[in-house]
């Protein structure tokens, strides 16, 4: 392979530009590629996201009973601490109560931690850490997020104990950050007991989890955007790759045509050269050596120039005889003179007559429909397809015919020979070559060739569509040749005619 | 050459067979040819014998159209290939007017394909160019006659028809066909190709013989079947 020029690569680009064959090739890759990535990462951040949420939700239930079980125990502790005042007290025992505030008030731990006691009329008897709440009643506070608390708390006291979360002021840095309490009740003294714990790191690590998890999902839709375009530069980059070698191929076909175009015309210039100058040129010669003897006879009295006249007359008859052979050979001009349908009627009686193979040719009844090249083509074909049937087909009879229909025009030549498969070896090349040739004109008029073949017979059909049959405006009109294709010339017409 | 001389009535369409008086005025010949050589070869060859006439030679069908009702001729050699309106063309349409007209179509071609095309389109005769120059003045007096004329070594089998039995239609029939299957009248139609209703008429029946089709809706059924009308906006 030779190397890839620039050149060739901004061709290339260009025709994927352009609409066509190359753009839908592009097109149908990218397009299932694109929706299928889109889909597949919305499913995948979708689900991520939810499990995800499950196991931070879960985190975040494991760290708050952890909690909730160290607060229980703090106030088992204090309950212990307690129970040597407590448990043999009457319920108006101001110096036992006395006694176990200054035993709770003495139980601080950690930073922020502490028990407090409220009475159940909301008044506030031990906040060590917040000595401010002290003998004030706070029944009917609520936190800045309007939640109950002490009510709450007195509540869960006299149910026997529970916990409870609200907003709280953290006495260490004077901020509000959520906290989790239990409380238990002294039922004698219409007391509750209680200790909180903040909670703020417990909810600090859930959302840091959380702010993970979005990060993970965000760096998981780089890699796939990353990966898919990776994957549409590929199939870009192979669209390009493909459409060149089209190109390319197409070129080298091109080539191919061109110089095989080149080389039958010369050799059919050739051909008529020597024709004309091995059989035209001579008779037109011995013509006038024949005139030219007459006249001197004349000039001389010889009654035998009469016989050179009655010579030359002959000469001329067979190169006049021979011009029509050559001009027919080239070109038939029943084709441009009479149409496709008498043309190809010709073409069929002396193939039967130089064969022998029956032949038999049918039409519709109009004459001059099909546009010129398409006329051209079909005669062409026709005359290609009777070739091959001689030399390959080994056919009895061939039947051709031509009609018009809704979507053109087509010609139909059949056979009962061997089939083209079956006619291998040395034929089966020119034959090929005889099929490319019919294509290749029937492409150019955007035409159809459909080769059927089978070991009974073999059918063709070349169709030229619609665009190749003349207007029927050209038929109209008065006093006007109806179907020339001449018809057009600018001669000046007689009155009343229309265009 | 004047039209308005009263001997040419003579001739007027009805005369079935004015050759059976020959001497009585030359044959009226017009000859049309666009190749000038030819044309003036043959008017050389014709004015050397005294019964007939060569009264114009013109270069193109559409001259022999126009003025053919002028000039008047009993015989016309017309040549077959010319650019414009083509010999056969001109055939028919100088016949719609002057149907007694006796037209000998000149060809180089001499296949059977030419021969029962001309035949078809109403000539009397095909005359090949290089035939012995005898065989025109004979050509004309057959026809003058009333009989055809064909070329010798190709009278042999020759029907205007096509492998199916068909006989094809004429550049005229099909522009009538075309008009007919576009929904217009006897009368439009001639109005459209400036000819007369019993002209269309004529056309018509011949056009539903050749096709065998009795019904103008088939006609038109026909014509869109076989991509007569594409292009003329005609749907069934």
Redesign the interface.
Known sequence: MSRISFHQITQALGSLRRPGSARALLLTATVPLIVTVAGLSVLVAFEARRLSEREIAELETQLIEAKKRELKNYLALARTAIARDYNPALPDDAAAMERVKQTLAAMVYGSDGFIFVYDYSGTNLVAPRQTRLINRNWAGLRDVADTPVVDELIDLARAGGGYHSYLWTKPSTGETERMVSYVIGLQDWQWAVGTGIFIDDVLETVSAARAETEQRIRATFGWIAAITTGALWIVFLVGVIIVMRDRRRADRKLKALTLRIFDTQEEERGRVARELHDSISQMLVGVRYALELARRRLASGDARASDNLDRGIANL?AA??EV?RISRDLRP??LD??GI???L??LC?EFEQRTGIHT??????????LAPEAKTAFYRIAQEALTNIERHADARAVKLSV????E??TMRISDNGKGIDASGGRGAGSRGLGLRNMHERLERLDGRLTVTSTAEGTLIDATVP?TH?L???T??????????P??D?D????E?T?R | MSPASPEPDKFAPGARHPGVAPQARPVRVMIVDDHPMVAEGIEAILESYDDISVIATLSSGQEAIDRVADLRPDVILMDLNMPGVNGLSATEMILETRSDTRILILSMHDTPEYISTALSHGARGYLLKDVPTEEIKSAIDQVMQGERYLCTGTRAAITPQTADGRVPLTNREQTILLQLALGKSNREVAEVLDISVRTVETHRKNIKAKLGISSTAGLTRYALEHGVLQGTGVRL
């Open positions: 008859s006049i005889t029509r001009s029943v003179d009479l349908g008498p043309a009627q010709a009686e038999e040719f049918e039409t519709v009844v109009f004459s001059n429909r009609f018009g229909h809704k053109g025009a619609l049959l207007p029927p405006d038929l109209g009109g008065p006093r006007r040749a109806p179907n020339l001449q018809s010339s001669r000046p017409v007689s009343g229309r």
